[in-house]
């Protein structure tokens, strides 16, 4: 960059130079195509206030052309944070931003095309991980580790599977900084709610409220919550806790699973809870964290469809949308909780 000669106003006008090599005018062209595409999705967005739904993988598939020249993608109608985001009212009022990881790893040159296409086509925002890092981060960490712990499943001897790992932990990390880097690309923090679901990204409020304390965090758990007796065993409970804490809205599926993160707040925190206008609250540094409880439930009008039609592929609808109606509810929760909150 040194070396360059003349003025350039903007990245474009020194891509269009020819006093830079190659290597530089690949790097250019992949920042302006990342740029452009978080300008685009800004401006698409910009009259209403957005939900950023921010998962693991993204609720659609992929499949390669028959002509081997790209990949064709549908969205999965019967995900759950699909069904999720149908609400008539979370329609109405919000506009809706996945963002995730895709079913499977795309070869870097072809990673800018897609980002452009899927937030085109779909609003989707894909994070790119690579296969070394996801096999560790995902099918190792996240599987073997956290999801036995959660699941009330400890490693019995030091051949076990299962048994913490510096490497696999760093990996995690290293993860959840990337989904922080592809949302800091087009947050807006004083607008945006960022609703983070499940054990694959614990770590995310943490990691994003040092990018943004003004951001809007809420964070739900899929999974159970075990025990204190059972989480203590965890070495790095404290990091999970206290990055739990600094988001905003907490919810869980369970009263027994929250009542079981409270116990942990406060026996391996020393934090405890109260009661604010009938919710439950954390105070955690002058900030009230406030626990939410969301069992799941079956959608009335899918039962009712099921039961005049009595059609057995329907048996796989009514399933899904007894899950979904779970993080329906949520998604409304989350925004419509900090505007009552903050019209009191």
């Not at 790097?27 to 693991?56: H, I």
């Not at 406060?266 to 626990?291: C, N, P, T, W």
Request: hydrophobic share 40%.
């Amino acid at each position: 960059m040194a070396g360059l000669r003349g003025s350039f106003s903007n990245l474009q006008a020194l891509l269009d130079g020819a006093q830079h090599s190659p290597q530089l005018r690949t790097k250019l062209k992949s920042q302006l195509s990342l740029g452009g595409s978080s300008e685009s999705l800004n401006q698409k967005n910009a009259g209403k206030p957005r939900v950023v739904v921010v998962s693991m993988k993204l609720p659609l598939s992929m499949s390669q052309k028959e002509d081997g020249t790209g990949w064709d993608f549908k969205v999965d109608e019967n995900a759950l944070l699909v069904q999720a985001c149908t609400s008539e009212r979370l329609e109405k009022e919000f506009d809706v931003v996945h963002v995730g990881c895709l079913p499977k790893e795309v070869p870097a040159e072809d990673q800018d095309a897609i980002s452009s296409a899927l937030m085109e086509d779909f609003g989707y925002m894909p994070v790119f991980l690579g296969d070394d890092l996801k096999q560790r981060y995902y099918n190792q960490f996240c599987k073997q580790t956290l999801w036995p712990l959660l699941h009330y499943l400890l490693p019995l001897s030091t051949a076990s599977s299962g048994r913490f790992k510096q490497d696999e932990w760093t990996a995690y990390m290293k993860a959840n900084r990337i989904f922080v880097d592809k949302l800091m690309q087009f947050l807006r923090p004083e607008e945006d709610y960022i609703w983070i679901h499940d054990y694959h990204l614990l770590v995310l409020p943490a990691l994003l409220r040092k990018r943004s304390y003004k951001v809007k965090i809420g964070l739900f758990l899929h999974s159970p919550f075990p025990s204190s007796e059972i989480f203590r065993a965890f070495p790095k409970r404290e990091e999970i806790l206290r990055s739990f804490l600094t988001a905003d809205l907490v919810g869980f599926q369970s009263f027994d699973y929250a009542r079981h993160f409270l116990s942990c707040c406060a026996r391996q925190l020393g934090v405890e809870h109260e009661m604010d206008r009938g919710s439950i609250a954390v105070k955690y540094f002058g900030r009230k964290v406030y626990v939410t409880i969301s069992p799941t439930g079956v959608q009335v009008s899918i039962a009712e469809e099921f039961r005049e039609n009595r059609s057995a592929p329907k048996a796989n609808s009514l399933t899904l949308s007894a899950s979904s109606s779970l993080s329906v509810s949520l998604l409304l929760i989350f925004p419509f909780h900090f505007r009552s909150r903050t019209s009191c």
